[in-house]
């Protein structure tokens, strides 16, 4: 049972207009999301914000363009094995608590890794970084679904939603402006100032609840859930680069699907006493949920690691103008997650949700078609403004299907549940995509440089990034490897393309066939519920 009640639906005085306490309680409601909003753009421009410095990291610590995308995954990596965890601990020692205690970790990290002198440093504080954000992003959602009352609750996480989704682009916006007007050191001031903004707000506007459990807390299966994600990440990031057959990726393998199973034969076991209750998985809403969040957001987080390469090495713009290029892929992103609920409401959470993945697709299928070095920016234009429609119209519904589909007192897990899939998913893009286009851009560079230096063409061979700084020292070569390895690029970038059309529509499938029952009537329409109706929810929930 919570120590607090969630502020009251504000009810509307005699002859239409707000009595004083409703308007209290709506200003509290606007303070609270406007508060968790802040803390998640900090979290979210951390995942995203370092894709606008990728080629300049490469270049001043001497990294392949492999290791950027470890120093880029650890991030998320962390976050999502300590989300589920963290998450549940939060539900216990307050929420409150917890999203403060976070803030404080985060920026500290955040400060460390600015000042980073190599990049064994910056994976250390990246991962630190990671440990503050699986503390924060949980909780930003469990305070919204525990505090807003359920008529306001679809619009709330609408609005979280859309900052979850579009908040990393506006991120890298300001992340570029630093990088170019200063240096990439700079990018790191931004989720730093964030959580001062963040921790100043939480302090006055934040409620502190938490939830007394009837068991102990599940260590185990937080072990083993951890244990998953990383193992299993691990191996989509070095596969294609070791090899599917590599003694390492299949060790990496192993352990994480026995840790995988290990954890769901464990939570079998503790049933009601769960880290999280994985029977949950039956009910439709959650299966379809989940899994189409970390779909997306798998999708999401590969294109913005492969657009920024295309757009600063292909295009040769500048970090701030290929952000600024990003930015109508991320607002028509936030503009329909603000729409969703309305359009869920009307047609039904599974068919938005289908329309949405369906939409996405269709541009991922634009852009692999239409990408060109010649091509430019309008190449890829159309596809990633549909892609950001179709993405905004997915994440809304998937999210409330989630959070919905777990009790008040579990709000934590549920939160982290939501959160797991999204960081998760995000790893698994990162990895599966970026793994894709590099493997894509060797195989297609290594059958145009045989006539160069061996040892230009080894460095070319490493990222398009490292092959137009030999170019600098190539010579008469020089504008072979560039050309080169622009083409080799776009070659990559469609293979990767296809592939997340392909999974789109795998998932397009699914949702039609298991995706959350229609809504047979808007929200709106619905009676708020009753208080003693809120505080004898349990934990088995029926759709």
């Known amino acids: 049972m919570s120590e607090n009640q969630p502020p009251q639906a504000p009810a509307p005085a005699e002859g239409g207009a707000a009595a004083d306490g409703s308007a209290q309680d709506a200003r509290q409601l606007h303070a609270i999301l406007t508060t968790v909003c802040v803390a998640l753009m900090a979290v979210i421009a951390s995942v995203s914000g370092l894709n606008v410095a990728q080629t300049r990291l490469a270049v001043a610590f001497g990294a392949s363009q492999s290791a950027i995308l470890w120093i880029i995954n650890i991030y998320t990596l962390t976050l999502a094995a300590l989300l589920l965890p963290l998450g549940a601990l939060g539900d216990r020692l307050g929420r409150k608590p917890m999203l403060m205690s976070g803030l404080g970790v985060f920026g500290v990290a955040s400060a460390a890794a600015g000042l980073a002198p190599n990049a064994d440093f910056m994976l250390a504080a990246r991962t630190l970084s990671g440990i503050g954000a699986a503390m924060i992003m949980p909780i930003t959602l469990a305070v919204i679904t525990s505090t807003f009352p ?110 995988l199973v290990a954890f769901v034969a464990w939570e079998l076991h503790r049933r009601d006493a769960a880290l999280l209750d994985v029977r949950l998985f039956r009910e439709r809403g959650l299966a379809s949920g989940s899994i189409t969040l970390l779909v997306v957001f798998g999708v999401q987080a590969g294109i913005a690691v ?108 549920a939160s982290a549940l939501n959160d797991v899939t999204r960081e998760f998913g995000t790893a698994l893009g990162v990895a599966m995509l970026g793994a894709l286009l590099s493997a894509g851009y060797r195989t297609s560079v290594d059958d145009k440089l045989h006539d160069l230096p061996a040892g230009t063409a080894d460095t070319a061979r490493e990222g398009i ?20 390895a622009r083409q080799s690029f776009v070659d990559g970038w469609q293979q990767a393309m296809w592939a997340g059309a392909a999974v789109m529509a795998a998932l397009f499938l699914f949702v039609l066939a298991r995706g959350p029952k229609n809504r047979p009537a808007p929200r709106e329409n619905r009676p708020a519920p009753r208080a003693e109706d809120t505080e004898t929810a349990k934990s088995t929930v029926s759709r």
């Not at 072990?223 to 060790?251: F, H, K, N």
């Open 150 to 259: 359920e008529e306001e609750r679809g619009r709330a996480i609408g609005v979280w939603t859309g900052v979850a989704a579009g908040g990393g682009i506006l991120g890298m916006f300001l992340s570029a402006l630093l990088v170019d007007v200063a240096s990439w050191r700079w990018l790191f001031v931004l989720p730093v100032a964030l959580v001062v903004v963040a921790l100043a707000m939480a302090t006055r506007a934040v409620p502190n609840s938490r939830e007394h459990a009837g068991h102990s807390f599940d260590l185990l299966g937080a072990l083993t859930s951890g244990i998953a994600v990383v193992g299993l990440s691990y191996v989509l990031q070095e596969g294609p680069e070791r090899g599917w057959s590599d003694p390492v990726t299949m060790l990496g393998l192993l352990v994480g699907l026995a840790a």
């Open 306 to 413: 492969v657009l920024f390469p295309f757009l600063q090495a292909v295009l040769g713009w500048s970090g701030l103008l290929s952000t600024l290029a990003l930015m109508p892929m991320a607002v028509s992103m936030m503009m329909t997650s603000g729409l969703a609920p309305k359009l869920a409401a009307r047609i039904g959470t599974r068919s938005t949700m289908a329309f949405g993945i369906a939409v996405a697709g269709v541009g991922l299928a634009i852009t692999a078609l239409t990408v060109s070095v010649g091509g430019g920016y309008l190449s890829v234009l159309p596809g990633m403004v549909a892609m950001g429609i179709g993405m905004g119209f997915a994440m809304a519904p998937a999210t409330e299907a989630v959070t919905s589909a777990l009790p008040r007192e579990k709000q934590g897990v």
């Open 465 to 484: 990034a490292n092959a137009l700084e030999a170019a600098k020292g190539a010579g008469a070569h020089s504008h072979q490897v560039v050309h080169v």
